[in-house]
């Protein structure tokens, strides 16, 4: 059974900053792309960062500079570090497992962040 499991979320005043961690379990998580997305209320859900198997990453445009993604293959364990929040980029945040060649795909279940002062 595959688990996604996410922590590190909550209340943070803008400028502040979040660490947040995914840990998978049930995949050969090296074999898997690692994703970020978040889903603000009433908008589409989005990509945030992204981390190849090999290690290249990838970041919206909206958090290059703030954000950065980094996985620890020897404990299935993918973070996502957040500096500079704003209150835009309150939203609740899922980790996404994807194995490139199948496109199988797994979500862990969210955690919320909320940017305010």
């Known amino acids: 059974q595959v688990q996604l499991v996410e922590s590190g979320g909550g209340l943070v005043q803008p400028g502040g900053s979040l660490r947040l961690s995914c840990a998978a379990s049930?995949?050969?998580?090296?074999?898997?792309?690692m994703d970020w997305y978040r889903q603000a209320p009433g908008k589409q859900r989005e990509s945030v960062a992204a981390i190849a198997s090999g290690g290249s990453t990838r970041y919206a445009d909206s958090v290059k500079g703030r954000f950065t993604i980094s996985r620890d293959n020897a404990k299935n364990t993918v973070d996502l570090q957040m500096n500079t929040l704003k209150p835009e980029d309150t939203a609740v945040y899922y980790c996404?497992?994807?194995?490139?060649?199948?496109?199988?795909?797994?979500w862990g279940q969210g955690i919320q962040v909320t940017v305010s002062s």
């Open positions: 049930g995949i050969i998580f090296s074999f898997y792309e």
């Open positions: 996404n497992a994807r194995f490139t060649r199948t496109g199988e795909s797994y």
